[in-house]
């Protein structure tokens, strides 16, 4: 059983920046890629971005391009999700997950909420 | 961008029920297409991908179909834990997107 822990809920001032990690095997870490996916309430799902741990290189939604950092620590196998510029809206539940080699997110996290309130 | 259009946004069902749910495409996603059930509190869970492929672990009752922008879910005979809001995603582009979910509920 695949399992991705991820760091506790944060509660944000506006401006503000955030940190999640995401701990797993480093079996999964070394051979699949990993996703950032948030759910705002009553919102629908929004990829973020994916990094492939071994490779390194991030590729990021459009969305939120400048303000999102997705970083891998392999000694500890480890993915992290920064996203800086915090607003009110930037409240949602994160959540990391294994990218399936046959589509899809196969493995998820479970979830971090990020409160931003001032 | 590729919109994905869930329908219904919601529905009740008995348990023993045939549930069918929609998924339409903007564009064609040639079966690039998985399927998530979310319960409250919970993470999603892969369902199906490919359109219909049923992932590991998932109950035969669970199908897909489709093909290039409508795609259907069906739960042949709804039991208890299947009440739940259920997505449908593309990955046919690297911008992956989702579906806005349908809450099957007990009716």
């Known amino acids: 059983q695949v399992q991705l822990v991820q760091s506790g809920a944060e509660v944000k001032n506006p401006g503000s920046s955030v940190k999640v990690s995401c701990k797993t095997s480093g079996d999964m870490f070394n051979n699949y890629a990993m996703a950032w996916v948030r759910q705002a309430p009553g919102q629908v799902l929004e990829l973020m971005g994916r990094l492939v741990p071994i490779v390194g290189v991030p590729n990021y939604a459009q969305k939120f391009q400048y303000r999102v950092t997705i970083t891998a620590d392999k000694s500890t196998s480890t993915a992290y999700m920064e996203l800086s510029g915090l607003q009110f809206e930037d409240t949602a539940v994160y959540y990391c997950?294994?990218?399936?080699?046959?589509?899809?997110?196969?493995?998820w996290g479970q979830g971090t909420l990020v409160t931003v309130s001032s | 961008d590729i919109q994905m259009t869930q329908s219904p946004s919601s529905l009740s069902a008995s348990i023993g029920d045939r549930v069918t749910i929609t998924c339409r495409a903007s564009l064609d996603i040639s079966n690039s297409l998985a399927w998530y059930q979310q319960s409250p509190g919970k993470a999603p869970k892969l369902l199906l991908y490919?359109?219909?492929r049923l992932a590991s672990g998932v109950p035969s009752r669970f199908s897909g179909a489709g093909s290039g922008t409508d795609y259907t879910l069906t739960i042949s005979s709804l039991q208890p834990e299947d009440f739940a809001t259920y997505f449908c995603?593309?990955?046919?582009?690297?911008?992956?997107?989702f579906g806005q979910g349908t809450n099957v509920e007990i009716k």
């Open positions: 997950g294994r990218v399936a080699r046959s589509g899809g997110i196969d493995s």
């Open positions: 490919g359109a219909s």
């Open positions: 995603q593309q990955y046919f582009t690297s911008l992956w997107t």
